[in-house]
């Protein structure tokens, strides 16, 4: 049985009554004009909260507040702030991450006024209370800006990427002897996080105690899994993130055993937009085979779920891209679940174990036998087993629909009024041989893919997990066509020819234990 619990049920549907964005009533009109004093409170503490303010005046142009950490069109409003404005009407939208509702409304500045408020945020759920923990994979800020902007966006971990192909960012500074920074009791960031790019893709680093030097960039000599070998030798709690699922190299660096986990909601995924191409680096979606808009989106996951049928156990990851593009650090996030205390090295292990989920909006939390997802279950051979599949869902907006999606296929397409009709039912998961299934749920809004999906659970009946021959020949196929199109010279392209062969060694081996079509 899926279901949410009758209280969340509740909550979700009292949430969707009212609106996802509230009115934060400030509509008077200033006696007279030149500034407005704003204080921001969370609505049960009446403590000040830190938040994320987008500020648009009559023409629909974004506002910049002298002072105000700003990114594209918004800003940090650190529990309060004195906008000094000109004349005129102004919309504004405050959020605090994923976990408060959205505040908006209008506000109207005469000659010479001067007049504040205090908005209060509701927050509707608490996710560290119940043992997740958010983090964002791909954030390009100011080191000096993270504290705050981590605040208002409600995130816990960010590694923040800070050198990139041997030209280290000029927003981070100097080399730092302690590059993971605690505060604020459970959130922290590390300063020497760091990426490559090349005709392959890109691979971010988590967690070195220093930058690599990197050769300058080259469109493919020396290959990147050179620089995450190196990345690993360095040091043993080193993470390495493929952030877009898509990237032509990406079979290579599995093959290598270089990465840890891969990125399913990129920056191509907007707050306002999403972008449905995968760019330089990067091998494009079918067009008729994703025919919409979210193409590029379902491409990615779908890639994903190719790894997981091929028996590999690689976590997905999430990452908003700011500093590079609009978004809002913690767009696309990615919440591990702890039993534990959080710290950097907890949340980690948590990560590695798949007890992850990746969203946008939707916070889902599936619970299949008091199991968080990432869980194998294992059963002997011959052995049949139903799963009944537990599920609270919070959101601030309008969920479309519902899917389990089991061994790359979906299983249950289910719209939320049909849940709700059905008393939060579906029908269970029955399994008689190995496989592996996993909870998406994906919202109504049109202009950009906003979802929320789980890691995956794994069953494996027997002692083999399932491996999928279709699969494995996708990525031989990949690595043939990536292989065929390297653009370099003797000797160069001998040592480059040789990687690839290997890995299409490592994706024939997987294919010769195939156990599933």
Same mark, same amino acid.
């Given at each position: 049985?899926?279901?949410?619990?009758?209280?969340?049920?509740?909550?979700?549907?009292?949430?969707? +009554?009212? &609106?996802?964005?509230?009115?934060? =009533?400030?509509? +008077?009109?200033? *006696?007279? &004009?030149?500034?407005?004093?704003?204080?921001?409170?969370?609505?049960?503490? @009446?403590?000040?909260?830190?938040?994320?303010?987008?500020?648009?005046?009559?023409?629909?142009?974004?506002?910049?507040?002298?002072?105000?950490?700003?990114?594209?069109?918004?800003?940090?409003?650190?529990?309060?702030?004195?906008?000094?404005?000109?004349?005129?009407?102004?919309?504004?939208?405050?959020?605090?991450?994923?976990?408060?509702?959205?505040?908006?409304?209008?506000?109207?500045?005469?000659?010479?006024?001067?007049?504040?408020?205090?908005?209060?945020? @509701?927050?509707?759920?608490?996710?560290? !209370?119940?043992?997740?923990?958010? +983090?964002?994979?791909?954030?390009?800020?100011?080191?000096?800006? *993270?504290?705050?902007?981590?605040?208002?966006?409600?995130?816990?971990? %960010?590694?923040?990427?800070?050198?990139?192909?041997?030209?280290?960012?000029?927003?981070?500074?100097?080399?730092? !002897?302690?590059?993971?920074?605690?505060?604020? @009791?459970?959130?922290?960031?590390?300063?020497?996080?760091?990426?490559?790019?090349?005709?392959?893709?890109?691979?971010?680093?988590?967690?070195?105690?220093?930058?690599?030097?990197?050769?300058?960039?080259?469109?493919?000599?020396?290959?990147?899994?050179?620089?995450?070998?190196?990345?690993?030798?360095?040091?043993?709690?080193?993470?390495?993130?493929?952030?877009?699922?898509?990237?032509?190299?990406?079979?290579?660096?599995?093959?290598?055993?270089?990465?840890?986990?891969?990125?399913?909601?990129? #920056?191509?995924?907007?707050?306002?937009?999403?972008?449905? $191409?995968? &760019?330089?680096?990067?091998?494009?979606?079918?067009?008729?085979?994703? $025919?919409?808009?979210?193409?590029?989106?379902?491409?990615?996951?779908?890639?994903?779920?190719?790894?997981?049928?091929?028996?590999?156990?690689?976590?997905?990851?999430?990452?908003?891209?700011?500093? %590079?593009?609009?978004?809002?650090?913690?767009?696309?996030?990615?919440?591990?679940?702890?039993?534990?205390?959080?710290?950097?090295?907890?949340?980690?292990?948590?990560?590695?174990?798949?007890?992850? *989920?990746?969203?946008?909006?939707?916070?889902?939390?599936?619970? %299949?036998? &008091?199991?968080?997802?990432?869980?194998?279950?294992?059963?002997?051979?011959?052995?049949?087993?139903?799963?009944?599949?537990?599920?609270?869902?919070?959101?601030?907006?309008?969920?479309?629909?519902?899917?389990?999606?089991?061994?790359?296929?979906?299983?249950?397409?289910?719209?939320?009024?049909?849940?709700?009709?059905?008393? =939060?039912? *579906?029908?269970?998961?029955?399994?008689?041989? /190995?496989?592996?299934?996993?909870?998406?749920?994906?919202?109504?809004?049109?202009?950009?893919?906003?979802?929320?999906?789980?890691?995956?659970?794994?069953?494996?009946?027997?002692?083999?997990?399932?491996? #999928?021959?279709?699969?494995?020949?996708?990525?031989?196929?990949?690595? !043939?066509?990536?292989?065929?199109?390297?653009?370099?010279? /003797?000797?160069?392209?001998?040592?480059?020819?040789?990687?690839?062969?290997?890995?299409?060694?490592?994706?024939?081996?997987?294919?010769? !234990? +195939?156990?599933?079509?």
């Amino acid at each position: 049985m899926m279901h949410i619990s009758s209280q969340m049920l509740r909550k979700t549907l009292a949430i969707l +009554a009212v &609106g996802l964005i509230a009115s934060a =009533g400030l509509t +008077a009109t200033c *006696l007279g &004009g030149g500034q407005f004093d704003i204080s921001v409170v969370d609505r049960d503490t @009446k403590l000040p909260i830190y938040a994320r303010m987008h500020l648009k005046n009559a023409q629909g142009k974004s506002v910049k507040p002298p002072g105000a950490i700003y990114w594209q069109d918004h800003f940090v409003v650190p529990g309060h702030i004195l906008l000094k404005l000109p004349k005129g009407v102004y919309h504004f939208e405050l959020e605090c991450g994923l976990e408060y509702l959205i505040r908006s409304g209008n506000f109207k500045i005469d000659e010479g006024a001067d007049d504040s408020q205090i908005v209060d945020m @509701k927050r509707f759920v608490d996710m560290s !209370k119940e043992g997740w923990w958010s +983090a964002d994979f791909f954030v390009r800020r100011p080191a000096k800006d *993270l504290p705050d902007l981590m605040l208002a966006d409600d995130l816990h971990l %960010v590694p923040n990427i800070g050198w990139w192909n041997a030209k280290q960012n000029p927003l981070v500074g100097p080399p730092d !002897k302690q590059p993971l920074k605690l505060f604020d @009791k459970n959130r922290c960031y590390h300063t020497f996080a760091g990426g490559e790019s090349r005709a392959g893709g890109t691979a971010l680093i988590f967690n070195l105690p220093q930058p690599l030097e990197l050769p300058e960039f080259a469109p493919e000599y020396p290959s990147i899994v050179s620089t995450l070998h190196r990345a690993k030798q360095a040091d043993p709690h080193v993470w390495i993130d493929a952030p877009d699922a898509y990237a032509w190299d990406l079979p290579l660096w599995i093959a290598a055993g270089k990465v840890d986990s891969v990125g399913i909601a990129n #920056s191509h995924l907007g707050r306002a937009a999403m972008t449905n $191409a995968e &760019g330089p680096g990067n091998r494009p979606h079918d067009a008729k085979a994703y $025919a919409d808009a979210r193409g590029s989106a379902r491409w990615a996951e779908d890639i994903y779920f190719q790894l997981l049928e091929c028996g590999l156990r690689i976590p997905p990851s999430a990452g908003s891209g700011t500093g %590079v593009v609009a978004n809002p650090i913690g767009y696309n996030r990615l919440y591990v679940k702890l039993d534990g205390e959080f710290n950097e090295r907890n949340w980690f292990e948590g990560l590695r174990a798949g007890r992850v *989920l990746v969203t946008n909006g939707p916070l889902i939390r599936p619970d %299949v036998e &008091g199991q968080p997802p990432g869980h194998v279950f294992e059963f002997a051979a011959g052995d049949t087993h139903e799963f009944e599949i537990g599920l609270t869902l919070s959101t601030r907006e309008k969920i479309d629909y519902l899917e389990i999606v089991r061994d790359g296929q979906v299983e249950h397409h289910v719209r939320l009024d049909e849940f709700v009709g059905k008393q =939060g039912k *579906l029908p269970p998961l029955k399994f008689t041989r /190995s496989g592996w299934f996993l909870i998406r749920a994906v919202t109504e809004n049109q202009t950009t893919h906003r979802f929320g999906e789980t890691a995956a659970y794994f069953v494996q009946i027997g002692d083999q997990p399932r491996i #999928s021959r279709q699969a494995a020949q996708f990525f031989i196929d990949w690595i !043939k066509a990536r292989a065929g199109n390297i653009q370099l010279e /003797s000797p160069q392209r001998e040592e480059i020819s040789n990687l690839y062969a290997k890995a299409t060694n490592f994706w024939q081996a997987i294919l010769v !234990k +195939a156990n599933a079509e």
